[in-house]
């Protein structure tokens, strides 16, 4: 465990080592991040995870002397845990090749045929590793090896909010219409991101994700 100062208003622990795996990494990450948080430490303020590191945001006027103490002691307790917050969600998406822009292109990288490309997609169960890029990009780890493709060469300037994609290990949905360079696969009806919701993100760190097939006629009624 490394804890580095992020100007004076963060720390950020890295609990990645040497021999780490990513999945059962990923776990101690998520589980360190809910024990800060579930502390309630006078002065914190927000508490982030990624796949390797906890970011502890406070205000520094209101922190107790033994501050870093009390955290490492946190993090030392904390274990892997399965939480009672995670939860499993179900994302219906639409591979038509209207929304699957780069579904071709895989197939190509992998030698798999579509169909063969959605079926590895759609079984796979997924961690949400973290939340950013943009408010409710979804950072999804449990990728099927044979999926692993690299980002596109040329970024598109607009990819469309729901676009279901992939880029190296990872598995991702953009909430809203933006830049990107992910491979995009399909397209779910679903907002991630409802600004007038609380919380407003549909996804947090260690839910459970599954991407259900589903029809264009079914895709549209859930549009309405």
């Not at 040497?18 to 990923?26: C, F, P, T, W």
């Not at 197939?107 to 408010?135: K, Q, R, W």
């Not at 950072?139 to 992939?166: D, H, M, N």
Request: aromatic share 8%; proline share 7%; hydrophobic share 40%.
């Amino acid at each position: 465990m490394k804890i580095d100062s992020l100007g004076d208003s963060a720390l950020i622990i890295n609990l990645a080592d040497k021999i780490s795996d990513s999945s059962g990494l990923l776990a101690r990450v998520l589980s360190a991040a809910e024990t800060i948080e579930r502390a309630k430490l006078p002065g914190v303020i927000d508490v982030t995870s990624s796949y390797e590191s906890v970011a502890v945001f406070f205000q520094i006027t209101q922190l107790g002397p033994d501050f870093e103490d009390r955290i490492r002691a946190l993090i030392a307790s904390a274990g892997v845990r399965v939480s009672g917050k995670r939860r499993r969600v179900e994302i219906p998406v639409c591979y038509d090749e209207e929304f699957a822009l780069d579904l071709k292109r895989v197939a190509n990288h992998t030698s798999l045929t579509p169909d063969a490309i959605v079926a590895l997609h759609s079984s796979a169960e997924y961690t949400v590793a973290c939340i950013g890029f943009m408010p409710g990009f979804p950072f999804l780890a449990g990728l099927p090896q044979p999926l692993c493709v690299p980002r596109l060469e040329s970024p598109r300037t607009k990819v469309s909010a729901g676009s279901v994609a992939i880029a190296n290990a990872q598995a991702g949905v953009y909430p809203l219409e933006s830049p990107g360079g992910w491979n995009v696969l399909g397209r779910t009806p679903l907002q991630l991101f409802r600004v007038n919701e609380s919380p407003p993100t549909l996804l947090q760190p260690g839910d459970y994700v599954h991407f259900r097939r589903i029809t264009r006629a079914e895709f549209d009624v859930f549009k309405q």
